[in-house]
């Protein structure tokens, strides 16, 4: 074999020179090259404009309701004169704490409570002609992709006199529809401006102000990521056009560059281009990278995604526990404490079976990959649970009932305790959402070479859009009697990644007698019988 450092001769050049090099100009390869990197940056425009106005929907969403909240907290300290101070400092407050303008109207639009002239001047909006060069051009960047993409223009907002709450709109509908509407205005220096308001009943109407400039601030910062973006796609065109006119050493250089920053950590940021006209080595090479590039974005996205959902179902019991901490300092009445001190003690089991559940979830995988899979009787298993579960109180009379033929064979490959929990978490869902006096069915059927378990209820079953919906973690549907968080909805996604982890697929089925409830079906592959 050559060493590494051996030059080519020229008849190997001849070899590896592309055959259809000089067949093609330069002009239309690039100008190729130039309209994809233009319709690529048309797509950049679109997304941006796209991702803002998923921003702003979400928090209309959000104003809306916490319009709602406020309204309900202001009727709880009363609507009569008497309690007006009460009524202005919890105005007051709720300003503070949400960080919006709330103005309170009686029913013919006469200003009752403003939280700016109770001293709290928490939303002023911008003069733009004293901002800075840097937000003038930032402006003038905003008007130009808006104008480019088509963006919603949205009306001016201007403060009307505070005897005449019946010229916002959002009042207006909020005082004869019994609703809670939202509006997005536009500031003077084109931040956005959500209004919302909420009726009181007794009282009149509740509209909240609040200058969202965070949107505007996340929207540049993303258009600044955009144009690094676009930027290298531009220069990778570049050097994909100079690619083409080149013989076997530039794509060398290329994979050599992508493999380096994939060792450095930035597998995200690497084109690798997968030359498929190519069936020699050098294709074969450039393919296996792309695809391992491929692979390490999948799991790197699957990782992201892991974590922004274990945030999230994270932040909501953080909230409410820290909202009832925050209470205990300021209530005096025991029972209210004692009000509180449940809640801080619910919120606490629900992190604490967050973080079990997830902790389960994050190390399933790499648990399962390592496990030694036993023949285990489904059967016995099921028997055995279904058993257990009627030794404990069954709710509302619930019945149990497991159905298999005499005879049958239920002998999986696999791991005893992971199985266990998969078919206790589908009966324990099935008797959960039971209807009193109800049937939950228990089926095992199999054939040469898998396992079919059916579990069935009478509940009001899950409709056909949303059957694997289910599956996703932290995806939980759960009956209305059922105190809130009890679950961390993880049950079936765990269910799902341990029967996949068997070479077996869970799902859920129509019933095949055409009542109400919902089937889950497991399918397992049967041991070979020796």
Do not use: C
């Amino acid at each position: 074999m050559a060493p590494d450092t051996a030059s080519p001769t020229n008849s190997e050049d001849r070899e590896l020179a592309l055959k259809w090099s000089n067949r093609v100009s330069l002009t239309p390869r690039i100008l190729a090259v130039n309209i994809f990197a233009l319709a690529l940056l048309a797509g950049g425009f679109s997304y941006l404009d796209s991702y803002r106005s998923r921003i702003t929907d979400s928090r209309i969403a959000q104003a809306s309701r916490e319009v709602k909240l406020i309204a309900q907290a202001i009727a709880s300290a009363g609507t009569s004169d008497k309690t007006k101070e009460t009524r202005e400092l919890l105005v007051l407050s709720l300003a503070r704490d949400t960080g919006t303008r709330i103005r309170l109207y009686d029913e013919e639009g006469k200003l009752l409570a403003d939280s700016r002239a109770l001293g709290l001047r928490n939303n002023l909006l911008r003069d733009p002609t004293k901002d800075p060069t840097g937000q003038v051009i930032a402006r003038f960047l905003d008007a130009v992709i808006d104008t480019v993409a088509g963006a919603d223009w949205v009306p001016l907002y201007r403060d009307h006199p505070g005897d005449r709450g019946l010229d916002w709109p959002d009042v207006r509908t909020a005082r004869t529809t019994h609703g809670s509407p939202a509006t997005v205005w536009r500031a003077p220096d084109r931040t956005p401006v959500i209004t919302a308001a909420a009726p009181i009943v007794g009282l009149g109407v509740v509209m909240t102000m609040v200058n969202a400039r965070d949107i505007t601030t996340t929207a540049r910062a993303e258009r600044y990521r955009l144009g690094v973006v676009l930027l290298i796609v531009s220069v990778a065109s570049i050097l994909i056009s100079l690619f083409l006119a080149r013989t076997i050493v530039r794509p060398l250089r290329h994979l050599a560059r992508a493999a380096i920053r994939v060792r450095l950590g930035r597998a995200r940021e690497v084109v690798v281009p997968r030359l498929p006209s190519r069936s020699d080595e050098i294709g074969l090479l450039a393919r296996a990278l792309s695809d391992m590039s491929g692979a390490l974005r999948a799991r790197i996205d699957a990782t992201e995604s892991f974590a922004a959902d274990v945030t999230h179902e994270l932040k909501n019991p953080l909230a409410s526990l820290r909202s009832a901490v925050e209470g205990l300092t300021r209530v005096k009445k025991k029972e209210q404490r004692d009000l509180l001190l449940e809640i801080v003690r619910d919120d606490v089991h629900r992190l604490d079976r967050l973080i079990t559940d997830i902790s389960e979830a994050s190390r399933l995988d790499a648990q399962l990959s390592r496990a030694k899979f036993e023949p285990v009787d489904v059967g016995q298993m099921i028997e055995a649970l279904i058993e257990q579960r009627e030794t404990r109180e069954m709710p509302n009379d619930i019945r149990l009932v497991f159905d298999r033929a005499p005879g049958t064979r239920l002998i999986v490959l696999g791991e005893g305790a992971r199985l266990e929990r998969v078919f206790e978490n589908l009966i324990e869902n099935a008797v959960s959402f039971s209807p009193a006096g109800g049937l939950v069915s228990i089926a095992a059927r199999s054939d040469a070479y898998m396992l079919t378990v059916q579990v069935e209820d009478e509940g009001p079953g899950i409709p056909e859009e949303a059957r694997e919906d289910v599956f996703r973690r932290f995806h939980s549907v759960r009956p209305e009697s059922e105190a809130f968080g009890q679950h961390s909805g993880l049950g079936l996604a765990i269910a799902r990644t341990i029967v996949e982890a068997h070479q077996g697929s869970i799902a859920i089925e129509s019933r095949e007698d055409r009542l109400g409830g919902a089937r889950f079906v497991v399918r397992l592959p049967l041991a070979e019988s020796n």
